[in-house]
């Protein structure tokens, strides 16, 4: 069994469930359901609606925002993870909190589309249109339009990248950053058995093959395979934003982050990469308290502020 970071120890107990057809819609119902976090006195917690893409419902979105925050603020579009099945903003509200009382900032939470039955590109349709929303309405939200970063962890990480190469190639909105949290950007990793060793957590080798056959409409692995689902698939990585990738050694995203990583730089993207050893996927949600999340929470609260502050530092 792989060697866990010191502090994710108690994780050797952690079970890891594999989604199929039925857990996947249990644990959508039961995401949707979740109650929010109490909302501290010193925040503004809202929800907001914004017009959908062409022929879709509208988006929702759930506001944070400090109360004392004055003037225009940076702002950070953020999407959950979920492997495109399932999920919600609540499950990350904590999290949206912290970074928006931490860093000063707006942050909108999306709610998109989940796969099976909104294949991709739904829900990267569903961020660009909330992307375009916060900068079309950026007086009234009190944004900077020219500092919103986009962000998210895992599924929410691929959807962020896909938003991205989405925004470069119809020409806007402008992204000034990506924050890409253990992201799920490949669907060619189906397709390797060495993985089946790697004594994964909190997401298996199984429940990946299921949720990209899901979020495909097929099967993961063949030609044909749009980057707006698959960022790892995009050819020309060039003229993106500059980002930050952080996970952990035994993530099974481990490689494709780091491969992504390696093609921005050579594409001249401004990329920094925080790998975190002995931790798996998820591991910030599952010892929230541990001093290597704390770490890994603060690489990201700076990456934010640096681009905000003084994009140059990507470049060192």
């Known amino acids: 069994m792989p060697e866990l970071h010191p502090d994710l ?5 952690l079970p ?10 249990l644990t959508r119902r039961l995401t949707e359901r979740m109650r929010p976090v109490r909302v501290p006195a010193d925040m503004v917690v809202e929800e907001r609606t914004a017009p959908g893409p062409e022929g879709a419902a509208p988006v929702g979105l759930r506001l944070y925002r400090p109360r004392a925050l004055t003037g225009p603020s940076p702002a950070l579009l953020w999407t959950h993870g979920g492997g495109y099945l399932f999920g919600s903003p609540v499950q990350d509200e904590r999290g949206s909190i912290e970074f928006a009382r931490e860093l000063g900032a707006t942050v909108v939470a999306l709610r998109y589309r989940k796969a099976p039955p909104h294949t991709a590109p739904a829900p990267v349709e569903d961020a660009h249109a909330a992307l375009r929303w916060m900068t079309d309405r950026a007086g009234e939200l ?3 339009p020219h500092r919103v970063a986009i962000g998210g962890a895992s599924a929410g990480g691929g959807i962020t990248a896909a938003l991205a190469l989405m925004c470069r190639d119809r020409g806007g909105p402008r992204p000034l950053f990506q924050l890409l949290v253990y992201p799920m950007l490949d669907d060619r990793t189906t397709l390797r058995t060495d993985l089946d060793g790697l004594g994964a957590r909190m997401w298996s080798v199984d429940s990946n093959r299921f949720a990209w056959r899901s979020y495909l409409g097929g099967e993961p692995g063949g030609a044909g395979v749009s980057p707006y689902a698959a960022p790892a698939r995009a050819e020309d990585l060039s003229g993106l934003p500059p980002a930050w990738i952080g996970v952990g050694t035994l993530d099974l995203f481990h490689d494709e982050d780091l491969a992504y990583a390696e093609r921005l730089r050579a594409a001249g993207v401004p990329c ?4 975190v050893p002995g931790a798996f996927h998820g591991f910030d949600t599952y010892v929230p308290r541990a001093g290597v999340v704390r770490e ?4 990201q609260v700076a990456a934010l502020r640096a681009a905000w502050e003084e994009p140059r530092y990507l470049m060192e």
């Open 272 to 275: 920094a990469t925080s790998v």
């Open 142 to 144: 009190g944004i900077d």
């Open 9 to 13: 120890a108690a994780a050797r107990f």
């Open 16 to 25: 890891t469930p594999s989604f199929g057809p039925r857990t996947a819609r």
């Open 296 to 299: 890994f929470r603060r690489a």
